[in-house]
């Protein structure tokens, strides 16, 4: 064999101790010199840098001659792409160029004239298609009709082209590079392959290799094969075989494929060339251990001689992901921190919910944002009761809404999944949503919700009644019609094994949003490392509580206040001891009650009829007392520790049920130290008020009981005045957590709940990179929580920092309160493994 290609880097030869070839040849051209410097049968293999390649489409080719001259004469080549990234796609790999009529008549004395007929059929075919682009219609790839097929391809492609095919192996290898090389730098490509991530100057490199036929006398044939199933990534040798074929002809031809084991349901490579069999496992084992990684290896068989064309990262779920990653580092080939570092802490998410099976069919209907992540199928269904309703009778379904609020909590809970027209990522139901681990799409608002009529349109106007049957697909925020496939969710050992590896290098901590005790119990499971944010506002929505709450509110007196807070307190108490029970000791942060008291009010005649009833007045003096509570823009009202300054009470009640939690709770397991933090501060003063009332609540209760705890008062840094004030505001407090979801809204002054709306025109139109409800705007929110960790470390040094917003389960979210300097994140009790994997890779 002839080696006589000038020795430039752009055009390699591939060869054991050639220099390596540099990320500028691509991905396939460095794995097929991995493989050659293995010692791997490989045919001889030349690869085209992205330079060279570049320089092919503007029309400066190669030295054909020299290329050819590298390459046995008589061998026929393929050319296959071989871009950085294998997902970012690329031109058709073309076979048998070198395939001519002498070549056939050579080949058709030494393989026989169906085969060597099927070989030159196969080139014509994808030249005329790829390279000289004729019409498809006219070279029907899956025609295989042997000598009658090729005379009509030729005759057809002369008709078409207006010549005969060429015959002369170097011309057609230049067309072949050089309509790969335009095909990758066309519009169409491009976008393509920029919608999947890749670079606007992304390269394509091209290799050159000589092929091994599959057909021909004795065993021949192609196949692929990889050491694990695709899916689950379980140990598991699988692939195809398909004598006498080439190419990926086995994967394509499923029906007529050979299995590579024995199997009962059809002969086998093992059966048929049980030296090949046994040579391709070896090889494959070692490509394994060298590569450091599940590679799928397609190989050609040709009188029994193995020859190694390609391997490829396999392709795999997430849950694959983790078990290959983990079995990689157990079996010594990767460190335990590689296979931390392998997976993608969103892909995570995948595996902590039901999810749509990888290849169901999709009927989409409808689209909207991915609130929580996460399958589910269920009848449609309009209302709360409803959903209820519908959850007694035993059957799954999903809760349609305009927009949820409180009221629908009990619809939430009952329903398998929530679709809203309105809202977006910090919405009601997206963050109930996530505590529950209920998949969620909100602001589907191209679709119509015609909830009077109890109608949902589609998007392309096909209408559905309550009843029928949806999925929501919470992951990419589409909305199917039907049930289509799914997958359970994944939480096995292999899962468990790479958090721990996790964890050990973590260096912060991270916590859950917890209300519920269900939200509690997920948090351990997910060992998250205590609870950042417990939202009360949230345990006076049930039936029983709603009216003393209501009472409360409407109460003339301090007196009568006290007496419908008193209903209140032993369910309060009730709700804390029990998460400090779950919590066993771990830290519990509660905050005090932030919403509008309006939002506890009824908001229909039935509603307001009901009340009057209960609090035995007319419906007219409960219609004025819920006017007069309407505020402008409740958001910026009265609420938060504006409520616990203007209504004491509240605070003083929910500071006793805490105080009285923690005793009891104390008594069981381990001591309890609560955390009790204050919403919605703007200024020290409100600080030192009521750490004054609750410190005399606590020194009440201590009295009564006779018996010592401590707690730690904290305050939730989400105006942007706390923040620039966070040095007056540190001193009152032992911790101070940003709540970046109203500090995002007010710092754009950008309503969390109305956003939705237009956020997609603002993210398409490049005004906001980002949702930034969703991802920090670390620019902006983020100067404010940096000078807010500053000021408040340089008046209390010992004062603890988090983030509880929604951004606390975000990988880059994270990466900015590591770097700032917070102790620890709290998110979504279904986001913490995402966040423990986050953390742990930004520390290694
Ligand atoms: C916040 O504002 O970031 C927060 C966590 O509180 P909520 O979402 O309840 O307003
Ligand atoms: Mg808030």
Same mark, same amino acid.
């Given at each position: ?18 220099? !390596? ?186 290799? #050159? ?50 299995? +590579?084991? $024995? ?38 068989? $040709? ?143 191209? !679709? ?173 003096? #409960? ?23 203007? #209504? ?28 009790? !933090? ?11 008020? +009521?750490?004054?009332?609750? *410190? ?31 040095? *007056? ?61 500053? $000021? ?30 917070? *102790? ?21």
């Amino acid at each position: 064999m002839q080696k006589a290609l000038p020795d430039h880097r752009d055009v390699t030869l591939i060869t054991p101790s050639a220099p !390596m070839a540099t990320p500028t040849h691509g991905g396939r051209a460095k794995c097929l010199q991995r493989l050659v410097r293995l010692d791997l049968p490989v045919p001889c293999t030349v690869a085209l840098s992205f330079d060279e390649v570049h320089r092919i489409a503007a029309g400066t080719l190669p030295d054909m001659r020299g290329l050819l001259a590298s390459f046995d004469s008589d061998a026929l080549l393929c050319v296959r792409p071989s871009s950085e990234d294998p997902d970012w796609g690329g031109p058709s790999a073309i076979l048998n160029i070198g395939m001519n009529d002498a070549r056939y008549k050579a080949l058709s004395d030494e393989i026989g004239t169906q085969a060597a007929a099927a070989l030159y059929l196969r080139f014509v075919q994808s030249y005329a298609v790829h390279v000289a682009r004729l019409d498809p219609d006219e070279f029907d790839e899956s025609d295989d009709s042997g000598t009658a097929g090729l005379s009509d391809a030729l005759a057809a492609y002369e008709a078409e082209a207006e010549e005969p095919f060429p015959q002369d192996p170097a011309v057609q290898l230049r067309e072949v590079l050089r309509s790969m090389a335009r095909a990758w730098e066309g519009t169409t490509a491009r976008l393509l392959r920029q919608a999947k991530g890749a670079p606007v100057d992304a390269g394509l490199g091209l290799v #050159v290799q000589e092929m091994a036929l599959g057909l021909g006398h004795g065993e021949c044939g192609s196949g692929v094969l990889q050491l694990v199933e695709s899916d689950t990534g379980l140990p598991q040798l699988t692939g195809r075989y398909l004598s006498q074929s080439q190419g990926r002809d086995a994967l394509r031809k499923r029906h007529c494929s050979l299995y +590579l084991e $024995r199997d009962p349901r059809g002969p086998s490579l093992q059966d048929l060339a049980p030296e090949a069999f046994a040579k391709l496992n070896d090889f494959a084992q070692l490509v394994r251990r060298r590569l450091r990684e599940e590679m799928q290896i397609e190989f050609t068989i $040709r009188g029994g001689e193995v020859h190694i064309l390609d391997g490829v990262r396999v392709a795999r779920t997430a849950r694959a992901a983790v078990r290959i990653a983990v079995r990689l580092a157990q079996d010594g080939i990767i460190s335990e921190q590689e296979a931390v570092m392998r997976i993608e802490p969103r892909a995570l998410s995948e595996l902590l919910h039901r999810q749509i099976a990888p290849g169901a069919e999709r009927d989409v209907i409808g689209r909207g944002i991915a609130a929580s992540p996460g399958a589910a199928t269920g009848r449609v269904v309009f209302t709360s009761a409803d959903a209820q309703a519908s959850a007694a009778r035993g059957e799954a379904c999903i809760l349609v809404r305009r927009e949820t609020s409180p009221e629908d909590i009990r619809g939430m809970h009952a329903a398998v999944g929530v679709l809203t027209e309105r809202g977006g990522i910090t919405s009601h139901a997206a963050v109930i949503g996530r505590g529950l681990g209920l998949p969620c799409v909100v602001g589907a608002a191209r !679709m119509q919700f015609q909830l009077h009529r109890k109608m949902l349109i589609g998007e392309r106007g096909r209408s559905f009644k309550e009843g029928d049957v949806i999925t929501l697909d919470g992951t990419s925020g589409e909305v199917l019609l039907g049930s289509p496939e799914t997958v359970e969710a994944a939480l096995d050992d292999a899962f468990q094994t790479l958090m721990g590896w996790a964890d050990e290098v973590r260096d912060i901590g991270i916590r859950a949003n917890a209300d519920t005790p269900a939200d509690a119990t997920t948090a351990r499971r997910f060992a998250a490392q205590g609870i950042g944010l417990c939202r009360t506002e949230h345990m006076f929505f049930d039936a029983e509580r709603i009216t003393p709450m209501r009472e409360m509110i409407f109460a003339d007196t301090p007196e009568d206040r006290q007496a419908a807070l008193a209903v209140l307190l032993p369910m309060q108490r009730a709700d804390f001891t029990e998460l400090f029970r779950i919590m066993e000791g771990l830290p519990v942060c509660i905050r005090l009650f932030d919403p509008p008291l309006h939002e506890f009010l009824p908001k229909d005649r039935a509603g307001l009829r009901d009340l009057a009833e209960a609090l035995d007045m007319p419906i007219s003096d #409960v219609t004025r007392r819920v006017e007069s509570l309407a505020e402008y823009n409740p958001m910026l009202g009265l609420r938060g520790v504006r409520l616990g300054i203007t #209504v004491p009470e509240i605070y003083d009640m929910q500071a006793r049920a805490i105080f009285e939690a923690t005793l009891d709770a104390s008594r069981e397991g381990a001591p309890v130290v609560p955390e009790i !933090m204050l919403p919605l501060v703007s200024a020290k003063r409100e600080v030192e008020i +009521l750490r004054a009332r609750i *410190d005399a609540v606590a020194a009440e209760v201590r009295a009564e009981r006779g018996r010592y705890f401590t707690f730690r008062l904290g305050v939730m840094a989400e105006t942007p005045r706390a923040c620039l004030r966070a040095d *007056d505001i540190a001193p009152h407090c032992q911790f101070l957590s940003f709540g970046t979801n109203d500090l995002t809204q007010m710092t754009y002054g950008l309503s969390r709940d109305d956003a939705g709306r237009f956020m997609s025109d603002y993210v398409q139109q490049g005004v906001f990179d980002e949702d930034p409800f969703h991802r920090l705007d670390i620019e902006g929110v983020g100067e404010l929580i940096a000078a807010g960790v500053q $000021r408040a470390r340089a008046t209390n040094k010992d004062v603890m920092l988090s983030i509880c917003g929604e951004h606390g389960g975000n990988p880059e979210s994270i990466a900015f309160c590591r770097e700032v300097g917070m *102790d620890y994140v709290s998110c979504s009790p279904f986001r913490v493994p995402v966040a423990r994997l986050a953390a742990a890779q930004l520390s290694l």
